[in-house]
Each structure stands twice: as structure tokens, then as C-alpha cells.
């Protein structure tokens, strides 16, 4: 498709449990963005690949939260031991990331998570 | 990055011009403007960027003040689809300046 894609739209977890979130970038964006958005509130960023490495992890709130992107495409958000204070949507953006217009994101629809 | 402050809400009458203001007094000469929006169970959509001049697209002009401390979206017919949350953001436009910071936005309600 043209856009970006997430999955699952929706996961419902115990506390405790291992999730992992996945998204497919828009192709030939070399620059990826994961964010988390709590209800009522922006989206907050969480980390940002420029092709298969990390540029920018600032915003992983702990060792908790993981993100991969080993082929430069798809990337995948992994969060270890699920706290209830996970529970948000999480939303994965791209962009071209070089120049101007690199802060031109495309967002897909996010995984909204639910931690029981 | 320069702050930005938003009205939280606004309301709009469908047709009408909706009008949202952003202030961002401390912008820096090399920081752009950006806005998105973001419609109820979706992603972020990205609208209009500027630097300094006045900016139109086919979703929205964007009105940049003389002295870049604020500035105007100005959606020009506004229908019940444009009820959405507004994010006004103010960035540089390099690479590796990507992590773009939200803000909670103003909540526009078109009224039919």
C-alpha cells in the first residue's frame, strides 16, 4: 500500500507480558519514528532511525521499550515485562528525513495497547 | 526548540473560515513552522510548513507574522471533516532534527 502500516491495530496483554509492535514504513523513506499518545494527550516521541540505526532514542521512557529496524525498513517495537502504565496508542511515522522536508511525517493509524 | 501556545479548543461554523493562532515568540531565525492535525482514531496528518513567507496548499494557508512570533492556519471552507485536534510545532529543517514535539494542540469542532 502507499501508506504506513501497523500491526496489530489492537493487543490486549496481561501485566507482565512481552508485546511487540510492527511497522511498514512507506518505501523509500529512510527515516522512522515511533511515538506513544496517552487519551487526551499529543503524540510523545519515543525513538527515530535513520535507516538501520538508531539516531535518536531520547524519548524510550526505559530498558523496558525496544526498537529495531535491521534491513532499513520495517521496524519493530518491542516492550518487555508490560506495565498497566504502558496503555496508549502507539504510533510509527517516515519520512524521506534528509534536508528540507525532513520533518514532513506520514503516520499510520497506531497499535492501541492495552496492558490488563 | 521554540514552545508553542495554542488555544485548547475552538469552534468553527461548517463553511465558514476557521482561523487558529499560534504563538511561538522565542522561534529562532532558522526554525520553521509546522502544522498537523489529527482526526479522531487516526494518525497525525501533516498540513503546511513555512520559514517566513505566507504558505497555501490545497488543505490550508499558513499566515506568518512580520516578526515570526506567531502565526495563523487558515483552513478557508471549513467542513464537518476538518473537526480534528490542531498541532502547531516549531522545528529546524535538517536532517537528524526529526523528533518533532506535539504539544496537546487546539481542538477544532466544525458545527454544522
Known amino acids: 500500500g502507499a501508506g504506513v502500516s501497523q500491526t496489530p491495530s489492537n493487543k490486549v496483554t496481561e501485566k507482565g507480558k512481552y508485546v511487540e509492535l510492527r511497522c511498514d514504513p512507506i518505501?523509500?523513506?529512510?527515516?522512522l519514528y515511533w511515538y506513544r499518545q496517552s487519551l487526551g494527550q499529543g503524540p510523545e516521541f519515543l525513538i527515530y532511525?535513520?535507516?538501520?540505526?538508531?539516531?535518536?532514542d531520547s524519548g524510550l521512557p526505559n530498558d523496558r521499550f525496544f526498537a529495531v529496524r535491521p534491513e532499513g525498513s520495517v521496524s519493530t517495537l518491542k516492550i518487555q515485562r508490560t506495565e498497566r502504565g504502558d496503555s496508549a496508542v502507539y504510533l510509527c511515522?517516515?519520512?524521506f528525513g534528509i534536508g528540507a522536508g525532513a520533518n514532513v511525517l506520514t503516520f499510520g493509524a497506531g497499535s492501541r495497547l492495552t496492558v490488563l | 526548540d521554540a514552545k508553542t501556545t495554542q488555544p485548547t479548543s475552538m469552534d468553527c461554523a461548517e463553511g465558514r473560515a476557521a482561523n487558529l493562532p499560534c504563538n511561538h515568540s522565542?522561534?529562532?531565525?532558522?526554525?520553521?513552522v509546522y502544522w498537523y492535525r489529527q482526526i479522531h482514531s487516526q494518525g497525525p496528518q501533516y498540513i503546511i510548513h513555512?520559514?517566513?513567507n505566507n504558505e497555501t496548499n490545497e488543505m490550508a494557508s499558513l499566515i506568518i507574522t512580520e516578526d515570526r512570533k506567531s502565526s495563523t492556519l487558515i483552513l478557508p471552507h471549513a467542513t464537518l471533516r476538518d473537526t480534528a485536534v490542531y498541532y502547531c510545532?516549531?522545528?529546524?529543517?535538517?536532517?537528524?532534527?526529526?523528533?518533532?514535539?506535539f504539544g496537546t494542540g487546539t481542538r477544532l469542532t466544525v458545527i454544522p
Open positions: 513555512g520559514l517566513k
Open positions: 532511525f535513520q535507516g538501520t540505526g538508531a539516531a535518536d
Open positions: 518505501s523509500g523513506h529512510t527515516a
Open positions: 522565542t522561534i529562532s531565525g532558522n526554525e520553521y
Open positions: 510545532i516549531v522545528r529546524v529543517d535538517q536532517t537528524g532534527a526529526n523528533n518533532l514535539f
Open positions: 511515522a517516515s519520512s
